[in-house]
Each structure stands twice: as structure tokens, then as C-alpha cells.
């Protein structure tokens, strides 16, 4: 009777044995396939539906933080000479080159680094979103495009860059925050510094001082002014590039580096004042009276241009362009270069 049993359970336990010695072929010939054409097992993987929906976000992100580490001593002295002479329309002018000097003078030259965790986290959340949506929007504007059988125009790439410039600087306000308060930190006297470790550290003491609402402190004018930038950034970008496409001969990586620098002309002009007012008002903290320099950033534009001039929202506009245009075309250049590797 057992080896009745014994029977009734092997012609039970066949189908799926059978089911798992053809899964475990599958997966010998998967493993042999990549063994053998490994190329041919990465663009499977990259072609998978998320993946391919991640990886414009990914590529962003890494993009934006080689771009950062680069230019950072760049945005450092842009900061530090947009609060030169806060309220006085006759205060200090110093130079670019002045700042550096004071900068290395009172530390050291690392000292033109101070934030850069802020600025690494900052494009890991920034960038990602704002060229990982960018990406993603062009790509249903392109499919919708060719279903029309016509090109993008500059009002749908427009749209895509403002779009994706807005929501990524909802997201990454925090992180910007962070980075002008540990910018800024060295303009103060030595014994009100708050000397921040690390941009986590800066996070949680905000938050525990001020409140977490602090933390989208001056967002409405990071938002606005992450739009002018996108706006001028990619939406330029995007055209310059297919215009130079079409009109010369020049090679693909001349045709980015030319187009990045003609969308770092833009973004710088059209952005310029919202990032002046977003430097103040991130780097703005309660008086002995306990109000604020400026209650908006309506108030910032008006107090700004009563009492500085309204030439003042442009100071630095060439520092601010040489950190705009090399930061636009390594980010660019690196995405262009990490999409070409993940096709």
C-alpha cells in the first residue's frame, strides 16, 4: 500500500517538477545569454518599462551633481556678493575677485566649498525632478508631435521647461535653503555664526528653531525663479540645438557646448532677479525685534529697489552667468553623454 502512495505522489509532484525544470532552463539559458552577449543583457535591462521611466530622472540627478561639485566656489562667491551691502543703496561694491581674496583670507581655500553637501543634496533632489519631468514631458510632447505628423514647437518646449522647473523647486526648497544659510554663515560675527556641520545638521536645527515651515522659506520666489531659469535654460536649449542642427554643420558636441552657452545667456538674464530675492529672503532671520527685513517677496523687490536701486537685482549678473553657463553645459554635456550610454 505505501508504494501505492508513493506512486500517487510522484505523478502528483510531476507537472511540477516538469514546471520548474523548464523555468530553471529558462534561467540557465538567460544566465548563458548574458554570459555570452553581455551588451545584448544591459540593453534588455535598460529597456525594461521602469527603468526606462527612471532613467531620465537618474541621469539628471548625476548629472546636476557633477555639474555642482565643479562650479560650487563659482555660487559660493555669487551669494556672498549678492548680500554685499544689504540695504544701503551706497553700500560696499566689492568685486568678484575681492570676495575670493576675503573668502581665502579669513580660512582657506576649502572655505569656497562650504555647503556643498547642501548643494550635492539640493541637485540630487533639484535636477533629478527638474530634468527627470523635462525628459518625460518632451518625450509625450514628441509622441504626440509625430502622431500630428509635425515638429515640437518653442511654446510646448517653453511649457515643458517652466513646468518642470516649478515643481522640482517645490521639492528641493530645503535643500536651496540649507545652501544659503551655510553660505551666508560666514558674513555673520563670529559669535552669532551657527557654524552648521553638514547640510543635515543645518536641516534639523532650522526645523527645530524655526519650524519646519521654515524650510520653504522664500519658495515662492525659488519656484518662480527656477521657472525663468528652465524657461531659458532648456526651452533655449532645446530650440538652439535643433536650430543649429538644421542651419550648420557643426559637430554634436560643438552643436551642445554652443547651445548650452546660449541658454546659460537666458536663464541668467531671465532668473537673475528672482534668485537676488530668494538669496535674501532664505538668508533673512528675526531682529531683536522679532520681525523679518522683508514680510515677501513682493516687499524684497520694493525695499530692494528703494533703498539699493533696482540695478542692484543685476549685480554680479557676469558671476552669476559664468556659474550659470558652465554649470547649464556640464549638466548638459553629462546628461547628453549618459543618455547616449543608457540607450
Not at 559637430?251 to 538674464?269: D, E, M, R, V
Not at 534668485?275 to 517677496?297: A, C
Amino acid at each position: 500500500m505505501s508504494s501505492n502512495v508513493v506512486e500517487a505522489a510522484k505523478r502528483k509532484a510531476a507537472p511540477v517538477l516538469d514546471v520548474a525544470k523548464e523555468k530553471t532552463g529558462q534561467a540557465s539559458e538567460v544566465l548563458k545569454t548574458a554570459s555570452e552577449n553581455p551588451r545584448q543583457a544591459k540593453t534588455d535591462f535598460l529597456h525594461t518599462p521602469w527603468v526606462r521611466t527612471a532613467l531620465p530622472f537618474v541621469n539628471g540627478g548625476l548629472a546636476g551633481m557633477t555639474a555642482t561639485t565643479v562650479i560650487q566656489p563659482i555660487d559660493m562667491i555669487k551669494v556672498r556678493l549678492q548680500l554685499a551691502g544689504e540695504g544701503a543703496k551706497t553700500g560696499p561694491r566689492p568685486s568678484p575677485l575681492q570676495v575670493t581674496r576675503e573668502i581665502i583670507a579669513s580660512g582657506k581655500v576649502m572655505d569656497l566649498y562650504t555647503g556643498l553637501s547642501a548643494g550635492l543634496l539640493r541637485q540630487a533632489v533639484y535636477t533629478t525632478a527638474r530634468l527627470g519631468f523635462f525628459d518625460s514631458f518632451m518625450n509625450t510632447l514628441k509622441a504626440r508631435a509625430d502622431k500630428d505628423n509635425r515638429q515640437i514647437g518653442f511654446k510646448e518646449r517653453a511649457g515643458a521647461g517652466l513646468s518642470a522647473g516649478g515643481i522640482a523647486a517645490m521639492i528641493g526648497n530645503p535643500a536651496d535653503l540649507a545652501l544659503i544659510r551655510m553660505q551666508s554663515d560666514g558674513l555673520k560675527p563670529k559669535d552669532k555664526r551657527a557654524n552648521y556641520r553638514s547640510v543635515v545638521d543645518a536641516l534639523m536645527r532650522i526645523s527645530k528653531s524655526e519650524g519646519v515651515y521654515a524650510l520653504w522659506a522664500g519658495a515662492f520666489p525659488t519656484v518662480v525663479r527656477a521657472m525663468a531659469l528652465n524657461f531659458g535654460q532648456l526651452a533655449f536649449f532645446s530650440e538652439a540645438k535643433q536650430q543649429l542642427k538644421a542651419r550648420t554643420q557643426l559637430s554634436t558636441k560643438t552643436q551642445t557646448l554652443t547651445a548650452s552657452a546660449i541658454a546659460g545667456f537666458f536663464a541668467s538674464f531671465f532668473s537673475l532677479p528672482f534668485d537676488f530675492v530668494k538669496t535674501r529672503l532664505q538668508k533673512q532671520q528675526k531682529g531683536p525685534d522679532g520681525k523679518l527685513p522683508y514680510s515677501s517677496m513682493v516687499d524684497c523687490f520694493k525695499k530692494v529697489t528703494k533703498e539699493e536701486g533696482i540695478l542692484r537685482f543685476y549685480r554680479g549678473f557676469g558671476t552669476y552667468y559664468v556659474r550659470i553657463a558652465p554649470h547649464a553645459m556640464v549638466t548638459l554635456l553629462v546628461a547628453d553623454y549618459l543618455g547616449f550610454l543608457t540607450k
